[in-house]
């Protein structure tokens, strides 16, 4: 079975801080990872997405993500935080069976503080 | 249209009536999905439609819930005599076909339910 948890609920951090989502899995093959952002009554939108390529991977917005098979983990980053960078936040796997559909975790609220 | 398309957006209705949320996908994409999105809960996958074939339906959490694809395109989800703990968002999303696993996911806005 495949999942994943994000650590911390809520992050807050200062504009111009850097910013950090927690993201780990499970998966008992090599996973394809997501990370998706939702800004308050809308829909998600991809920010990055992890592939078997190359291990960091570079999304909108300024943000990137590593993957780190030893660790499992996919954590999320952005150098410095912007007062728009205030969304939820989601890590997803894509569910085994070629389906495309995705398991999340339950998600990061993101706090900018000016 | 250039995005998913959902309707409607914010739904309010009497606990025991049956409601129909509505998705039109991308022109084009050939997989739809449907979520749901609750306190508690987080982001659960409900129902999955890939071209003419069988739907996955292995997220539906009870017989209460359906949904169907007409002509490969829009989608209706289905929710008969609402309970309370329906209340929650209903997003669409839909994919290319071609590589499912690892194509992005466009999401509409999705439709707020509340069951009162």
């Known amino acids: 079975a495949q999942s994943v948890t994000q650590l911390g609920s809520h992050v807050s951090v200062s504009e111009g801080a850097l910013v950090l989502l927690r993201c780990n899995y499970s998966s008992s093959v090599p996973p394809y990872l997501f990370w998706y952002v939702q800004y308050p009554n809308q829909g998600l939108q991809l920010l990055l997405k992890?592939?078997?390529?190359?291990?960091l991977v570079k999304g909108i917005n300024g943000f990137e993500a590593e993957f780190k098979k030893s660790e499992t983990s996919f954590h999320l980053t952005k150098p410095s935080a912007h007062m728009s960078d205030a969304a939820e936040y989601f890590c997803a796997v894509s569910a085994l069976g070629n389906t495309g559909k995705l398991i999340f975790g339950q998600g990061t609220t993101l706090q900018v503080k000016p | 249209g250039a995005g998913v398309s959902q309707s409607p957006s914010n739904k309010v209705t009497e606990k025991g009536k049956d409601v129909e949320l509505r998705c039109d996908p991308i022109?084009?994409?050939?997989?739809l999905y449907w979520y749901r999105q609750s306190l508690g809960q987080g982001l659960e996958f409900l129902i999955y439609f890939q071209g003419n074939s069988a739907p996955d339906k292995s997220g539906l959490p009870s017989d209460r819930f359906s949904a169907e694809r007409t002509g490969g395109s829009v989608s209706t989800l289905t929710i008969q005599r609402t309970q309370q703990e329906d209340s929650a968002v209903y997003l669409c999303?839909?994919?290319?076909?071609?590589?499912?696993?690892?194509?992005?996911?466009?999401f509409g806005q999705g439709t707020r339910l509340t069951v009162v």
């Open positions: 022109s084009g994409h050939t997989a």
């Open positions: 992890y592939t078997s390529a190359a291990t």
């Open positions: 999303a839909s994919k290319k076909n071609r590589g499912a696993e690892t194509a992005e996911a466009f």
